[in-house]
C-alpha cells in the first residue's frame, strides 16, 4: 500500500528526538511521500534542509497567515532567492521544492488584519504562479464560524487568481493547489472543487463526534482528496491528545474508506496518485 502524507511539520522541534524513527515507522505503515509546508522564513528553509536529506520528504515554502507579523518588503524576495539559491536549485532538480505554503488567511487568531493577510496571500499567489508551483492553503474561520467569512474572501482572491492564470494560458490552472485540512460546508467544497483545488482531509474525520464532518467527506469525489496527518498536531483517533505523525495517515485512508464503501488499498492508491498529480514529484518507492 502507498501512502502519501501531503501535510506533515516534521521541521517542528516535537519532532527533534526522534525524526528518523518516526520515519521509519511511517515507512513501515507504507507511507511512500511526505510533504513539509513551511510556516515562516526559517521553517521554509529547515523544510527544505529536511527534504534534500531523505528521498521520501519533499517541502513547500510560504508564510503562514499566523505568521504574518514576520512578513516584510523583503520576503517575496527572500522565499524566491531560498528557491533559487544552490541548495533550492540542487533540491527542486530532484522535484523537492513542490509548492507555495502554507499559505492562506486565519480569522481565528487575527495574528493581523484581515488586509494586510490578503495583500500577503495575494503576494505569495503572485509567487507561486511566477514559479509554477501550486499553493497549500490554510484557511480558519472566526469563532462564530457559521459566517463563513473566510472562505468567502478566500474564494473571492482564489477566483481572481485562477482567471489570471487561465487568460494567460498558465498550465498552473490546472493544478492549483489544496485547501489544507477542509473543514468547510458542502456548498464551499464544491466551490473550491470547482476551481480545480484539491481538499486535504486530517485526523478530525476521525473522530467520534465528527458527524457533519464525516457527512461532507463521504460525497467529496475521491480524486480531489488529500491525507493530510498535520503532524505533530490534528491526531487522529485512538492518539488523540497525544503527538500525531506520518504513520497514523493510515488512520484517516482507513476512515475515508469506509466512508466511501471502498477499500484501505484504493483510497491509498487514489490519493497518492492525486498528490504526484498535483506536487509532480518522482516516485520514491
Ligand atoms: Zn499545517
Redesign the pocket.
Known amino acids: 500500500m502507498n501512502l502519501t502524507d501531503t501535510?506533515c511539520?516534521l521541521d517542528l522541534e516535537n519532532f527533534d528526538p526522534d525524526r528518523l524513527a518516526v520515519l521509519e515507522r511511517a515507512a513501515q505503515a507504507g507511507v511512500v511521500h511526505i510533504l513539509i509546508?513551511g510556516l515562516n522564513l526559517s521553517s521554509s528553509r529547515s523544510a527544505v534542509k529536511l527534504a534534500e536529506s531523505h528521498p521520501m520528504l519533499s517541502a513547500a515554502i510560504g508564510i503562514h497567515p499566523t505568521e504574518a507579523a514576520t512578513w516584510n518588503e523583503s520576503s517575496s524576495d527572500e522565499l524566491l532567492s531560498l528557491f533559487s539559491s544552490p541548495i533550492g536549485r540542487g533540491v527542486r532538480d530532484e522535484g523537492k521544492i513542490v509548492a507555495i505554503g502554507?499559505i492562506g488567511l486565519d480569522y481565528y487568531w487575527n495574528a493581523a488584519t484581515r488586509e494586510l493577510q490578503k495583500n500577503i496571500l495575494r503576494l505569495q499567489l503572485d509567487l507561486a504562479a511566477r514559479l509554477g508551483l501550486p499553493v497549500i492553503l490554510?484557511m480558519r474561520e472566526s469563532r462564530d464560524a457559521q459566517d463563513e467569512h473566510c472562505a468567502g474572501d478566500l474564494l473571492h482572491i482564489l477566483e481572481i487568481w485562477i482567471a489570471g492564470l487561465q487568460l494567460a494560458n498558465d498550465p498552473l490552472a490546472q493544478r492549483p493547489g489544496v485547501l489544507?485540512s477542509f473543514s468547510g460546508s458542502l456548498e464551499a467544497a464544491r466551490r473550491f472543487i470547482s476551481l480545480g483545488f484539491n481538499l486535504g482531509v486530517t485526523g478530525p474525520v476521525t473522530f467520534k463526534n465528527a458527524h457533519a464532518r464525516q457527512a461532507i467527506v463521504a460525497t467529496l469525489p475521491l480524486d480531489h482528496i488529500l491525507l493530510e496527518t498535520?503532524a505533530p498536531f490534528q491526531t487522529p483517533h485512538p492518539y488523540r491528545g497525544k503527538r500525531n505523525e506520518p504513520s497514523y495517515v493510515r488512520l484517516i485512508a482507513d476512515k475515508i474508506a469506509l466512508l466511501h464503501a471502498c477499500t484501505i488499498e484504493e483510497v491509498a492508491a487514489v490519493t497518492s496518485e492525486n498528490a504526484k498529480r498535483l506536487f509532480v514529484w518522482k516516485e520514491t518507492a
Request: glycine content about 0%; cysteine-free; aromatic content about 0%.
Open positions: 501535510h511539520h509546508p502554507e490554510h489544507h498535520d
